[in-house]
């Protein structure tokens, strides 16, 4: 609530002000530890958290030592838990704590996911970068920076300030200052600008320096690159430009290209997660929190064997889009067969409306109340409605939280929840 106070009263340029001076006063207090670390930094709309995390077990693959940052996870070398901050990025202090710490463990790269609103906030001030991969780029947060031009411009803003980072030496060895960009988006062209070493793509689509081939997203994901044949278990489309993302991220750090394909991934938390509890379904949690995400998502499941979709669903307060609200609705009323409406993270919004206006959505394309569509305020009671709708062989598709270990309501009061555990307990209660 303080906070809130001090933005309202305080002049915008003053607040920018204290920010970055912050953010330059942590980095000198924890002694600039990006200046012995290859930091990797991870910026877009969608795919960041994951990429992160391919760009580490890559790496750790390779016999590297490494950190990382992200919506879901933190990781210092050996020791890794989940993100319980409710942030994609920490505050400049904690940040460079985490620095700090990388280095302190013997780590030599540091992968940080970073987001749009902690550029706007400077919490990329005080960390040299080396290298910074572009995802995507679509509307999300367009309230928050008052709109999508303004979105856009803050991304930008890390890679100038990438261009400014002074060169450092790790192991004796200079190490570039390179920007890897997905050139099937036609933001990432606008990077081009940005005075680099290296302007590094990958695409599916369009011509690019690590491109995708001979796709196959029948079972699981395949793919060819320099006629080599790779194939994961994971799902989607999507899936495909994360690791490309991460191949060409980890290769461009000077690592070969052959061994590179002898490591195995393995998944987020969160993120596409089958949970296997003995049920005679299946059940997936995922973030997929906006409709460009969402489609994906949908896209990829229809390759999945199953008779009926059941989605649980909500939508984010706190100045995440209004719009999107119903959007999602209509989504996942055109997608699945039962919708179940509930509770996300309201923040000081009313999640009543929130949800009303899910809902209204999927009302829109025909669910019908306590038929088709079911509407519960209490998440957990959500999933429990959705367990006891399943058949077998139906989908229980769970998004919105992924792996977030909290709900967060007014006056930034949070409530302890997990939505894999919760699948847990019930499913072990029943």
């Not at 006063?25 to 990797?40: C, E, F, G, I, T």
């Not at 958290?49 to 030592?65: A, D, R």
């Not at 980072?165 to 062209?189: F, R």
Request: charged share 30%.
């Amino acid at each position: 609530m303080f906070k809130k106070v001090v933005k309202k009263i305080v002049p915008k340029s003053v607040l920018q002000v204290y920010h970055l001076v912050l953010a330059e006063l942590a980095a000198w207090y924890y002694r600039h530890p990006s200046d012995k670390l290859v930091v990797v930094g991870v910026t877009g709309t969608n795919g960041k958290t994951t990429t992160v995390n391919f760009i580490s077990q890559y790496l750790e693959c390779l016999g590297q030592k490494t950190g990382l940052a992200s919506t879901v996870n933190f990781k210092v070398a050996e020791k890794e838990w989940l993100n319980d901050k409710k942030m994609t990025m920490l505050g400049r202090f904690q940040t460079q704590k985490l620095l700090r710490d990388m280095v302190d463990s013997g780590c030599t790269y540091a992968i940080i996911e970073t987001s749009s609103q902690g550029i706007e906030q400077f919490r990329h001030v005080g960390i040299n970068y080396d290298l910074l991969v572009f995802t995507n780029l679509s509307p999300e947060h367009i309230e928050a920076h008052g709109g999508f031009e303004n979105y856009r411009k803050a991304k930008e803003k890390l890679f100038a300030h990438l261009g400014k980072c002074k060169k450092k030496k790790i192991k004796g060895k200079l190490i570039d200052k390179i920007i890897v960009a997905n050139a099937d988006d036609e933001e990432s062209k606008r990077l081009e600008k940005f005075s680099v070493d290296k302007f590094i793509t990958y695409a599916l689509e369009k011509e690019a320096d690590y491109r995708a081939d001979d796709l196959d997203l029948e079972s699981g994901v395949s793919f060819s690159l320099r006629e080599q044949i790779i194939k994961t278990s994971f799902l989607a489309k999507f899936s495909v430009y994360n690791i490309l993302a991460s191949l060409a991220t980890v290769e461009q750090l000077g690592f070969p290209f052959d061994k590179l394909l002898k490591c195995h991934l393995k998944g987020v938390p969160g993120r596409q997660e089958w949970l296997e509890l003995g049920q005679d379904f299946k059940i997936m949690v995922d973030y997929a929190p906006e409709p460009t995400s969402l489609a994906l998502l949908y896209k990829a499941l229809e390759n999945v064997s199953k008779d009926r979709l059941i989605h649980i669903l909500g939508s984010c307060g706190g100045g995440r889009d209004k719009a999107r609200q119903p959007i999602l609705g209509k989504m996942a009323g055109q997608t699945a067969d039962i919708v179940v409406v509930t509770n996300e993270d309201p923040y000081d919004d009313d999640p009543r409306e929130i949800i009303n206006n899910v809902a209204s959505g999927a009302k829109e394309v025909g669910k019908v109340e306590y038929k088709t569509l079911f509407i519960v305020a209490d998440r957990k009671e959500a999933i429990l409605k959705a367990l006891k709708l399943a058949h077998k062989n139906d989908l229980v598709l769970i998004t919105g939280k992924g792996a977030e270990q909290f709900i967060c309501g007014p006056g930034g009061s949070k409530i302890a929840h997990d939505d894999r555990l919760v699948v847990k307990e019930l499913l072990k209660n029943d």
